[in-house]
């Protein structure tokens, strides 16, 4: 078997884990008790993943860290470990289904392009700080993200009798994204001190990241006096617009001219 | 509702004028980080202000601007205009000079310092506010407000003592200056003399891509490779000889050590039922070496990726002026320290790849560096007692 054989065969048993994992979050979606079989076939998914990593860590007789697939095997990891705390903390319902799903997708671009398996990372990245680094922020952006959705819908909702409770839901989504873009920035600052010598260099994708932060912060500290009724519309297209500066940062940044030399460029 | 929103047009008037006021002076004046002083008098220049701040706040005290001042109707306004000059930042083209360059050199900018000031009163009257009435429920509020206070001290005083330069090292020749970015040479009160510039490659990878360009097979080479079969489509190879480094002879390739050399590759293209059909070779390319690929007769392209770089290492000879000297080990993502310097591998002549004979390496000397890590730490903290503490808001129907 080659080694994109041997790959192939870890994620498709992977895949069989979590994908009734998510299928079964989703449908038990209403509170019911059996809720907890949801959390039990998560943590089924985060060991199969553990499992996988500790297999090709020996098999290799190194840590499973050095190529884009390989770091790739670590988020589906992290995906269900950390969608798992954040219910238990939170009790998102929507969040288990939604890190499996996160999961799902990092293993099928493994399956379908089977070639970033292999492909090597360069020495920059070779570091600690990459997982945990690109794991918050995939986390803080996908809670983003939801916040924007729930946003979009209250907008478009016909009618005048939306709950206020809607605006809540994208506050506390608001809240734990901030949280977790909050540590990708900080994880990202203390790992390019290590590797290029300054924890902050203007770097394109640094000064897009810091304005994402902060337009969610202006955000935070204008809903601090609360929100009447009246003004909720303006607040929730408000979050529609934090989020496309979202986007901008995450995969805009490579078109904007004043970003042509940024170190964050890797093919 | 109306009062409401007339306290934040007062706000967003005062963000306004500071940040127009900034401007002002950036049109006319060299931007303002050019003329700060070094240390230690920008650290006095810090103490200085933090006074005035709190003689201010203490002055004020019991009047209602003090309030205003601690309150979200002045901090969402002072954060936007901070966004605002960073935004700018983000689209228009910076450069670091040393006159007036109105939005083109934001970070050293007036604007940028007057926003940053601005942002550390309402910080720091906001957490005199919170200290007061301080609970257990104010440990996140004040970890992340006094995090970003000290942060910002640190980042805007720091920026004239922070110091990087670029030194190359060469084999057999020690050097004990260093370049800044405009190319002016610094000595330092150490040397540095290259005795080994080790790169570490990456195995290469074998490529087998269909006529449509479909990736087929993608298999890492290395010596452990040889008499390894691999399976494409309804075909396969036997590979029968590795040369890590090479130089093409002919048809073939022979093992040859040089910085022109290439990876090379020997297979035996197979048929179903295995009998030997053909031995070829490719070859990764080089400056010297066109790269040598393989067409099957199914239009199958079979090509061998030179190998990338996974870690490189400077082993090089310090010399102190007190008469030290030692070996001192360079890598990506490993820096060493000498004399307050923080010392970066960074590059090495990239035609030359292993046998680079020269490496070149960042100095970094940040003295606020301890206090920066103090303000992210403290911010740190703060964002993870928000995350153990915090119950979201909750709604009757969760």
Not at chain 2, 277 to 295: A, L, N, Y
Request: proline residues 4%; contains cysteine; charged residues 15%.
């Amino acid at each position: 078997m080659s080694n994109l054989g041997l790959h192939e065969s870890l994620v498709l048993t992977a895949l069989l884990v979590f994908l009734p994992a998510f299928v079964y979050s989703l449908v038990q979606y209403k509170p019911t008790k059996s809720f907890r079989w949801s959390e039990m076939l998560n943590g089924l998914a985060v060991l199969t993943m553990a499992c996988i990593i500790i297999f090709l860590w020996i098999h290799f007789e190194r840590p499973p860290m050095r190529s884009i697939g390989e770091t790739r095997l670590w988020y589906a990891f992290f995906m269900p470990l950390v969608g798992g705390i954040t219910y238990r903390l939170w009790k998102y319902r929507w969040f288990l289904s939604y890190s499996l799903l996160m999961g799902m997708v990092f293993l099928f671009i493994n399956l379908l392009k089977p070639e970033i398996f292999v492909k090597h990372l360069p020495p920059a990245l070779q570091s600690a700080w990459f997982v945990p680094h690109v794991v918050v922020y995939i986390l803080g952006y996908s809670l983003l993200a939801a916040s924007a959705v729930v946003s979009l819908y209250y907008l478009l909702k016909p009618g005048k009798n939306i709950s206020m409770q809607i605006t809540e839901r994208a506050d506390n989504l608001v809240y734990s994204g901030f949280t977790m873009i909050s540590l990708g920035l900080i994880f990202g600052a203390l790992w390019a001190k290590v590797a290029w010598g300054n924890y902050w260099s203007w770097d394109s994708k640094e000064t897009w990241a810091l304005i994402t932060w902060l337009v969610y912060l202006i955000y935070i500290h204008y809903r601090l006096r609360g929100v009447a009724k009246a003004h909720a519309r303006k607040v929730m297209l408000y979050l529609v617009f934090a989020f496309l500066i979202m986007l901008l940062a995450w995969m805009g940044v490579k078109f904007i001219p004043a970003a042509q030399n940024s170190v964050h460029m890797y093919g | 509702m109306g009062a409401l929103t007339g306290k934040y047009k007062k706000g967003f008037i005062i963000a306004m004028a500071v940040l127009i006021t900034g401007l002002l002076l950036d049109a006319f004046l060299p931007p303002l980080a050019r003329i700060l002083p070094v240390f230690p008098s920008n650290l006095m220049l810090v103490l200085l202000l933090l006074l005035v701040i709190i003689l201010a706040g203490v002055f004020i005290r019991r009047h209602r601007i003090y309030h205003f001042l601690s309150s979200g109707y002045v901090a969402v306004p002072a954060i936007s205009v901070f966004t605002l000059l960073i935004i700018f930042m983000g689209v228009i083209p910076q450069q670091n000079t040393e006159h007036a360059a109105f939005l083109n050199n934001i970070k050293a900018s007036w604007s940028f310092y007057f926003a940053g000031i601005f942002l550390l009163v309402i910080l720091l009257y906001s957490l005199a506010r919170r200290m007061k009435k301080f609970n257990r429920r104010n440990v996140s509020f004040v970890l992340n407000h006094f995090g970003i206070a000290v942060i910002l001290l640190a980042g805007g005083a720091g920026q004239t003592d922070h110091k990087q330069y670029s030194m190359t090292l060469k084999q057999g020749e020690p050097v004990w200056y260093a370049f800044d970015e405009k190319g002016i040479m610094h000595e330092l009160d150490f040397a540095l003399e290259m005795q080994t510039f080790n790169l570490e490659y990456h195995n290469p990878l074998l490529k087998i891509t269909s006529p449509e360009g479909k990736t087929l097979s993608l298999v890492e080479i290395s010596k452990t490779s040889e008499g390894k079969k691999i399976v494409y489509k309804q075909s396969s190879l036997l590979i029968e000889k590795f040369i890590p480094e090479a130089s093409k002879l002919g048809d073939k390739y022979v093992e040859f050590h040089s910085m022109a050399s290439v990876a090379a590759l020997c297979f035996h293209l197979l048929k179903d039922n295995d009998t030997v059909r053909k031995s070829v070779w490719v070859g990764s390319g080089s400056h010297m070496f066109p790269e040598k690929t393989i067409q099957t007769e199914g239009g199958i392209i079979i090509r061998l990726n030179p190998p990338m770089p996974k870690q490189y290492t400077t082993i090089a000879r310090l010399y102190k002026k007190d008469g030290i000297a030692k070996n001192l080990s360079l890598s990506v993502n490993d820096p060493a320290e000498i004399n307050g310097w923080k010392l970066y591998q960074q590059s090495y002549d990239e035609s030359k790849g292993k046998y680079s004979d020269i490496s070149i390496l960042s100095l970094v000397k940040d003295p606020w560096l301890p206090a920066m890590y103090f303000g992210i730490f403290m911010l740190l903290a703060g964002v993870l007692t928000l995350f153990i503490t915090d119950k979201p808001k909750k709604s009757q129907h969760e």
